[in-house]
């Protein structure tokens, strides 16, 4: 099952905070978070993997609860150039080959003005 | 330089007529997957193997075929196309997709007529 991203959509101005959400309704592996550029390929920013994780990546961090059911991804002091859309991304369960198996939220549209 | 090469990055094609999405990484990652890509539907698994031989159902298998006889090629095959498969595919590879992210391709834009 995808796993539900919000907002759907955020408007900002340079220089304004953003946080994107991503919850599941059962306990993840994983979760990774990636950011699309119109006309290129998803980038990849980050994965958690452990409850209670935080981890930054310059001014773009994240956090995934110690339920490891939710994680967010925080945007401070945004730039022109954080704007894309941003997937999560959770890992299938336990076992066999299902770890390969990343299935992605519907994604967050983020645009960043002057 | 470490990357994901698809070919070809853009195809239109016929009704029927099989095609093959070529799909090639140096990094000698283990894992290796397809999505395709469609408006208001987000990135969406087709195929993904963990290993040569090794390979497993996404979301979207239907109408779509692949094989892993190599470490570093992952193509997709698509035996009749018909036009709801046109969309925007993407390959993509992982050292351990569950603690490692993945690298995509730059995509490959099919349109079946």
């Known amino acids: 099952q995808q796993p539900v991203q919000s907002p759907q959509a955020v408007i900002l101005r340079e220089g304004e905070d953003a946080v994107i959400n991503c919850s599941s309704s059962k306990a993840l592996y994983s979760v990774h978070w990636y950011r699309q550029k119109h006309g290129e390929a998803p980038v990849f920013l980050m994965i958690?993997?452990?409850?209670?994780e935080q981890k930054g990546h310059e001014k773009i961090s994240a956090s995934f609860n110690e339920k490891k059911q939710q994680s967010s991804l925080y945007l401070t002091a945004s730039q022109l150039s954080y704007s894309g859309t941003y997937f999560c991304?959770?890992?299938?369960?336990?076992?066999?080959?299902?770890?390969?198996?990343?299935?992605f939220g519907q994604g967050t549209i983020l645009t960043v003005h002057p | 330089e470490a990357q994901v090469t698809q070919n070809p990055r853009y195809l239109i094609t016929v009704t029927g007529k099989k095609l093959t999405v070529t799909c090639s990484q140096n990094?000698?990652?283990?894992?290796m997957s397809w999505y395709r890509q469609d408006p208001g539907l987000g990135l969406r698994q087709i195929y993904y193997?963990?290993?040569?031989?090794?390979?497993d159902k996404g979301d979207v298998p239907e109408g779509y075929k692949v094989s892993r006889k190599e470490k570093r090629n992952f193509p997709l095959i698509l035996e009749s196309p018909s036009p709801n498969q046109t969309s925007l595919y993407f390959c993509?590879?992982?050292?351990?997709?569950?603690?490692?992210?993945?690298?995509f391709g730059s995509g490959t834009r099919l349109t079946v007529v």
């Open positions: 958690l993997l452990k409850g209670g």
């Open positions: 193997s963990m290993n040569v031989e090794v390979t």
């Open positions: 990094m000698n990652h283990e894992y």
């Open positions: 993509a590879s992982s050292l351990a997709a569950p603690n490692y992210g993945y690298t």
């Open positions: 991304g959770k890992v299938g369960g336990a076992g066999g080959t299902s770890y390969g198996k990343l299935t």
